[in-house]
């Protein structure tokens, strides 16, 4: 079953979406920028961990990614950092 956790404007910080309790799977990932260009990154653990994925978008755009049936796996948990007003990453995960 597909859960879609969003994540907004999270600075320097970043938000632990997952802890390392079980694994994991990102099957999509849309950055929304409606005020401002934006960035978010995925990391494989905490803040420090793995950058498993990183995404930039020009204000007023949603970037789109759909990931292989597959997925992308989280071992360690997962840490995701939006960087950007009003921005939000919304994260399809299985």
């Known amino acids: 079953m597909s859960v879609l956790e969003q994540v907004e404007v999270s600075g320097a910080v970043g938000k632990q979406t997952f802890g390392a309790g079980r694994p994991v799977k990102l099957q999509?990932?849309?950055?929304?920028?409606?005020?401002?260009?934006?960035?978010?990154?995925?990391r494989d653990g905490n803040a420090s961990g793995d950058?498993?994925?990183?995404?930039?978008a020009p204000v007023g755009d949603s970037k789109p990614i759909q990931f292989s049936e597959e997925g992308v796996r989280f071992?360690?948990?997962?840490?995701?950092?939006?960087?950007?007003?009003g921005s939000s990453a919304f994260l399809e995960i299985n």
Do not use: C, F, N, R
């Open 51 to 56: 950058l498993k994925m990183g995404l930039t």
């Open 28 to 42: 999509s990932l849309v950055l929304h920028t409606p005020v401002s260009a934006a960035t978010v990154e995925v």
């Open 75 to 85: 071992d360690k948990g997962m840490h995701v950092q939006v960087v950007g007003v």
